[in-house]
C-alpha cells in the first residue's frame, strides 16, 4: 500500500486521473489539456497502466484512456470529497 500511495505522489499523474475520472480520453487530447509533451503523457500513462490505474481501447490509430474500473474511480472520488470537506 505505501508503494501504491507513494506512486499517486505525483503531480501529474493525479492530474491525469482527475481527467480520466470525468471521461476517456486520448494521448493527444491530455497533452493538450495538461500542457505536457505527449511523450510525457504517454510514459505517465505506462505507469498508470503498471499500476492497474488506467486501462485503454484502440480504435483506429488513436488509444483512448479511461480508468481501470470503479474502484478506481471511488477511490479518487473519495479522496477529492475527503480534501474538500469542512473541518
Known amino acids: 500500500m505505501a508503494e501504491f500511495f507513494s506512486f499517486l505522489g505525483d503531480a501529474n499523474r493525479l492530474r491525469i486521473l482527475s481527467l480520466l475520472a470525468k471521461k476517456e480520453l486520448c494521448v493527444s487530447d491530455l497533452a493538450a489539456v495538461l500542457n505536457m509533451s505527449e511523450s510525457a ?15 485503454y481501447r484502440k480504435q483506429g490509430r488513436n488509444v483512448f484512456y479511461q480508468l481501470h474500473d470503479s474502484h478506481v474511480l471511488h477511490l ?11 473541518e
Not at 472520488?77 to 480534501?83: G, K, R, S
Open 41 to 55: 503523457v504517454s510514459h505517465q500513462l505506462r505507469n498508470l497502466r503498471a499500476m492497474r490505474l488506467v486501462t
Open 76 to 86: 479518487y472520488q473519495a479522496v477529492a470529497e475527503h480534501l474538500d470537506e469542512q
